[in-house]
């Protein structure tokens, strides 16, 4: 036991080291995106809006993990090396700009991802964009600020990807919800030929 437990430590200091971290990072990122579908393409299927799990989707969903992971990783850096310390005044300053820069830039990364692995064209992206930013920012601000204040005040550099994908496994399942709720526009296309 003593040995596995020994193993596991070498693995995680291997892992979270600066030369593997960024993969960590981006593993990490694909796995829990992907992990978050899964969570609620099961809750469709148990509701009955979903007849099967839709493999597709959870494969577009864990690749959207992936590009978010590159930028988390590089986000999470230069905060730091830009705003070192960990007083309140400089964690509140990483949370604002963390909700005012970061969260906008990620959603729309997730977007314009699932839009080019869906072939949705530009504009289809755009209407989705338009349909379910504003429903995913917000839910950003209900979650990240205290969750980022945990972040940038407790934890070194190289774990906030890690903490920041526990915690979004959680939002993950409503992104996965969000992001693939249809939108009806058919009411839309008749109001605006009245």
């Known amino acids: 036991?003593?040995?596995?437990?020994?193993?596991?430590?070498a693995l995680s200091r291997?892992?979270?080291?600066?030369?593997?971290?960024?993969?960590?990072?981006?593993?990490?990122?694909?796995?829990?995106s992907g992990m978050g579908d899964i969570i609620e393409q099961h809750y469709e299927i148990y509701t009955g809006t979903l007849e099967c799990w839709d493999?597709?989707?959870?494969h577009q969903m864990s690749i959207s993990g992936l590009t978010v992971g590159v930028f988390c990783h590089n986000w999470y850096n230069f905060m730091d090396r830009k705003f070192p310390g960990r007083t309140l005044r400089v964690v509140l300053k990483k949370v604002l700009i963390d909700q005012a820069i970061a969260s906008p830039i990620v959603i729309f990364m997730f977007f314009a991802t699932l839009g080019v692995l869906r072939k949705?064209?530009?504009?289809?992206?755009i209407q989705e964009m338009k349909d379910?930013?504003?429903?995913l920012y917000t839910a950003e601000w209900v979650v990240w600020?205290?969750?980022q204040l945990f972040n940038f005040y407790l934890l070194p550099t190289k774990y906030r990807v890690l903490y920041d994908n526990t915690i979004s496994l959680g939002y993950d399942v409503y992104t996965s919800y969000v992001i693939n709720e249809k939108i009806d526009h058919s009411q839309d296309n008749n109001s605006n030929s009245s």
């Open 1 to 9: 036991m003593i040995r596995i437990l020994n193993q596991l430590r």
């Open 14 to 32: 291997k892992a979270f080291s600066k030369r593997y971290l960024l993969y960590t990072n981006v593993a990490i990122s694909f796995s829990l």
């Open 55 to 58: 493999r597709q989707r959870t």
């Open 120 to 125: 949705a064209s530009v504009d289809e992206t």
């Open 132 to 135: 379910k930013f504003v429903r």
């Open 145 to 147: 600020p205290p969750a």
